[in-house]
Nanobody, 124 residues
């Protein structure tokens, strides 16, 4: 299973960024719960959002109302739209796939496959 992310960058506080994650190999999105995690500088990796085969979603409290996770089954791509970004959103963002589609977990240990990460930096 290969996940390839894109879309990170530098943005001012209050701005927006869109991240993409494409499932390059390993079947279809419906076989996985797809998640986004992030790792701020000097901190542990933390859950951001997940989406499953039926487009059910869950968000971390810190991003609710600002971030939106979505997917395109045809292109096998998962998106993370980030708006009203804050300096505390600065982190390396990772896409991940949980091969147990019924787990619906926020725990990174449930996710077997990971992308390479993309840096998001929000300046104040």
């Amino acid at each position: 299973v290969q996940l390839v992310e894109s879309g990170g960058g530098l943005v001012q506080a209050g701005g927006s960024l869109n991240l993409s994650c494409t499932l390059m190999s390993g079947g279809t999105l419906s076989a996985y719960v797809m998640g986004w995690f992030r790792q701020p500088p000097g901190e542990a990796r933390e859950f951001v959002a997940w989406i499953n085969w039926s487009s059910s979603k869950e968000y971390a409290d810190a991003v609710k109302g600002r971030f939106t996770i979505s997917k395109d089954d045809v292109t096998k791509t998962v998106y993370l739209q980030m708006t009203n970004l804050k300096p505390e959103d600065t982190a390396v963002y990772y896409c991940a796939a949980d091969p147990s589609p019924w787990t619906l977990s926020t725990n990174e240990s449930e996710y077997a496959y990971w992308g390479q990460g993309t840096q998001v930096t929000v300046s104040s």
